[in-house]
């Protein structure tokens, strides 16, 4: 009922947009089963002896003889049907390097779009890319894109992270036009991928091309929507021989320097400050197979700042991984969910506990009183002082990663008031990060896997393992499988700073998926439970545990042309959890939605619903053991929708929705919750682009935790990482309930412009504001039972601002090699009781006249590679 709905709905917006229509003409499209794989197409390489000049022209006679790949099929927006307009590519090879050549006939320059913009970001424009499948194993590649304005992107296929576009590789390109078509040249080094050392090689590959006037994509082997997978759609690349992998040895070092400025404008304080920094990153082909990755002394000053957020939540806050060393080549890290890479280098554990270590004032025998220490320096970052990784794939198909890190003692400094002695207090003790990942692939698309992580930290502090094994079995014609993973966490020592030992010493977690994988119509169910113990929070992410879930989905695409759209997707989900330790009900949820994107406008719309009876929130309360005290939340019926216009237009708009309603609790009526985000972008030109978005969300009537045992904890920006809930003790009191009003504006505004395909400047501007109001309190006791509080010893309202700006200016000026200056200005304010203000223009002025921190930074790396330094023979 819910998608004839939906149907329904998407059927007046395209009537309104648009008038009627005329029915297609016929297309020429693949005859195969949609829902098997292509037949695999061949082409030969050819090797050449000869230099080739790296222009976009493809005039060598090389090229003229080698064999071409053509009649390309179309993956969007409809799949199968024969390209209208050729592709031709070629490939040679030497003893070097990997060539790829590309015609992209069209039928004018003008339909050819070329925005520039930085690299791995292809923007507006056409495209060309080679993909390569080097053990032809069917799970993992590599791609290489390049646009037709000549910016590169490329990533890495893995069964863990899908599309991995924050790998980079070292390699070189050129495009031109040539009257009505554009021309691609590429030369991918052997030491940008790793492959075999066997004598003949059968590499799987596959091309692409994308037509952005028309937003057609093709792929030269057919690659179809209703199967699962990608790279095992690929075709194959015959008459490789006598490959020999090089000597992959490169070194990358950096120098970086610094200007800090904090008006501070105490004595003993300088509001201004520099710094000078130096580092290498290491690359190193251990042989064929295997790469060590090595960062020493690492900079990660310029990465973009994070989005900061009022959190009132009971868990922490994931903020994205920024570090380039962190995001390149993570793909067999990321197996099984277990590293949360923001760990390294993370907030020293005991940061939040040096106040308690103030040695307070106290009165002197003449009647005098002596004032106590405050702190001077508390840094919130751990300093690595290296990290290394080694990954690759053995010729049968044995992937092995081992990571490794290694951070300093974190100290903080106190001085006392009176006689202005210093002194260190430790706040992270020495530490060694390693995770191993052995990962064997298997036919048909499948998969074994064990990962282990670990944590060791000098001293009493306790040392975390988790060990966990993951599989997927698919059956031979790829239609089915079964995947899921068991986990083992454990945990010895102390608590940082305790004398107890750490209580959740052993933990478990199993979860089990089967699924129909391919067609239009699949479905998956699963189940899965995380016991009361289980923390792998160390090296990992974890919300919550304590809990047994299940669910059922379903899903029916449509991936050709109907009616007015070019497609349509719907899905539809019923979940329900109970807590594991005691058994309890916690909720159940439903869950229907669909979009679809229309095929004159290339307007992309969709609507999700859900809903769900009342559900017991048991983690909110922050009180351990679990189970006894619980938030009720009434009955929800809730919607959001989004739409997205046409990026190729120079305006565009992106418009997402969302409101949820809850049925009355008793007395309490009138809580609801809106969310609306509107975001424009105008691209004057090729070269400059604007992007605004503006996000509004209110939360009305809301119950959440103030405090415990009647006296609220000071912070609203407190939170707690679920499993750690035994800080909070056993029976200090009841939980202290309010009833609050949030409301929160985002608005971030970003500039581009890109001097050309190796030149960008780039300015984000984010102002973020959250007001809380509390309108009354109640006290939870045990099993839900809420009963009115009169407190009024405090206000308890609060308002947080947050504002970041990060100027950006990049140039690769050498392959590899690149010049960055960066501006960063940053400042944050938390206002309580009557300060808080839930103006928006308020905020804004508070937070601009707040002291803020300045950064500016210069950094250049220069890549050095030994095959281009050694001496040349002869």
């Not at 169910?525 to 992410?541: A, K, Q």
Request: aromatic content about 14%; glycine content about 8%; some cysteine.
């Amino acid at each position: 009922m819910r998608c004839f709905l939906l149907l329904c709905w998407l059927g007046m917006v395209a009537g309104a947009a648009r008038g009627q229509e005329k029915p297609a003409a016929p297309v020429v499209t693949s005859a195969t089963d949609p829902a098997k794989p292509a037949p695999k197409r061949q082409l030969q390489a050819v090797r050449i002896s000869g230099p080739l000049k790296l222009d976009g022209v493809l005039d060598e006679a090389a090229w003229g003889k080698a064999p071409v790949a053509d009649k390309f099929y179309e993956l969007e927006p409809t799949p199968g049907r024969l390209e209208k307009h050729p592709t031709e590519v070629r490939v040679l090879y030497d003893d070097a390097a990997i060539y790829v050549g590309a015609v992209m006939h069209d039928v004018a320059q003008d339909s050819i779009l070329r925005e520039l913009s930085d690299r791995d970001n292809i923007g507006n424009s056409d495209w060309f890319g080679v993909f390569f499948d080097t053990y032809n194993d069917h799970l993992n590649g590599y791609e290489f894109i390049l646009t037709s304005g000549g910016v590169q992107l490329d990533a890495r296929q893995s069964p863990a992270n899908g599309e991995d576009v924050n790998w980079n590789a070292v390699w070189d390109s050129r495009t031109a036009l040539r009257g009505t078509d554009w021309v691609a040249e590429m030369r991918i080094p052997y030491s940008a991928i790793r492959f075999s050392k066997a004598a003949e090689q059968v590499w799987g590959i596959n091309f692409g091309r994308q037509r952005r006037s028309t937003r057609q994509k093709f792929f030269w082997n057919e690659v179809k929507p209703q199967v699962d997978g990608f790279v095992n759609q690929w075709g194959e690349l015959k008459e490789l021989r006598d490959l020999k992998p090089p000597l992959r040895l490169s070194l990358t070092p950096y120098v970086s320097s610094y200007v800090n400025h904090y008006p501070y404008n105490e004595q003993g304080k300088q509001n201004a400050t520099t710094s000078f920094n130096g580092g290498a990153d290491v690359k190193w082909g251990i042989n064929e197979s295997f790469t060590l990755d090595a960062t020493l002394v690492p900079d990660f000053g310029q990465v973009q700042s994070d989005n900061q957020v009022l959190n009132l939540s009971p868990f922490e806050v994931q903020f994205n991984e920024n570090r380039q060393f962190f995001t390149e080549g993570t793909e067999l890290f990321n197996k099984g969910g277990l590293f949360y890479s923001r760990r390294v280098g993370a907030t020293p554990i005991g940061f939040g506990g040096v106040d308690d270590q103030l040695r307070g004032g106290f009165q002197e025998s003449d009647g005098s009183r002596r004032k106590g220490e405050f702190v001077v320096e508390n840094p919130g970052v751990t300093r690595l002082l290296n990290a290394t990784k080694v990954s690759g794939r053995t010729r049968k198909g044995l992937g092995v990663g081992v990571f490794n890190a290694l951070s300093n003692d974190v100290y903080a400094t106190l001085q006392d008031s009176t006689t202005g002695a210093r002194r260190e207090v430790l706040t992270q003790p020495f530490s060694n990060y390693n995770i191993v990942v052995l990962d064997q692939s298997l036919k048909n698309n499948s998969y074994v896997s064990l990962v282990n992580t670990n944590v060791t930290r000098a001293g009493q502090t306790y040392d975390a393992n988790v060990t966990g094994g993951l599989f997927r079995f698919a059956n031979q014609a790829n239609k089915y499988a079964v995947n899921g993973q068991v986990v083992y966490s454990h945990r010895r020592g102390k608590d940082f700073n305790e004398t107890a030992e750490i209580d959740d010493r052993n933990g478990y977690k199993y979860y089990v998926n089967l699924s129909k994988i391919s067609g239009n119509f699949t479905w998956s169910v699963d189940h899965g439970i995380e016991s009361s113990t289980y923390n792998p929070n160390d090296l990992g992410l974890l919300f919550s545990n304590n809990s047994i879930s299940q669910s059922v989905n379903a899903n029916y695409n449509i991936y050709k042309p109907f009616w007015k759209v070019n497609k349509l997707s719907t899905y539809a989900s019923v979940n329900q959890s109970l807590l594991q330790r005691p058994t309890r009900y916690q909720d159940v949820g439903f869950y229907a939605g669909g979009n679809t994107t229309f095929t004159k406008s290339f307007l992309s719309a969709g609507l999700d619903l859900d809903a769900a009876p009342q559900t017991r929130d048991y983690f909110d309360p922050r009180r351990a053991p679990l189970g006894r005290y619980y938030v009720r939340k009434p009955a929800t019926f809730g919607f959001n929708g989004f739409f997205s216009s046409d990026y190729r237009k120079k305006f565009a708009l992106d418009l997402n929705y969302g409101a949820r309603f809850f049925a009355a609790d008793g007395a309490r009526t009138g809580r609801t919750g809106i969310d609306l985000s509107l975001g424009p972008r105008y691209r004057a030109s090729n070269q400059l682009s604007f992007v605004y978005q503006m996000g509004y969300g209110v939360r009305y009537n809301q119950i959440g935790y103030v405090g415990v045992g009647g006296e609220p904890n000071l912070s609203s920006q407190d939170s707690l990482d679920a499993p750690l809930l035994r800080a909070f003790g056993g029976d200090g009191g009841d939980v202290l309930l309010g009833r609050r009003d949030v409301t929160t504006f985002t608005n971030t505004a970003t500039a581009t412009y890109t001097f050309t395909n190796r030149m960008s400047f780039n300015i984000r501007l984010r102002h973020y504001v959250s007001n809380v109001h509390y309108r009354d309190f109640s006290r939870l006791r045990p099993d839900g039972v809420e009963t009115p509080e009169p407190y009024y010893e405090r206000n308890r309202d609060n308002t947080f601002n947050a504002f970041n700006i990060d100027a950006v200016y990049s140039w690769w000026f050498a392959p590899g090699s690149q010049v960055s200056i960066v501006w960063k200005n940053a400042g944050a304010a938390f206002f309580e009781a009557n300060a808080a203000t839930p103006q928006y223009f308020d905020n804004l002025s508070n937070t601009i006249n707040t002291p803020h921190n300045n950064s500016v930074s210069v950094k250049v790396l220069y890549y050095l590679d030994y095959l281009a330094l050694r001496p040349r023979r002869g």
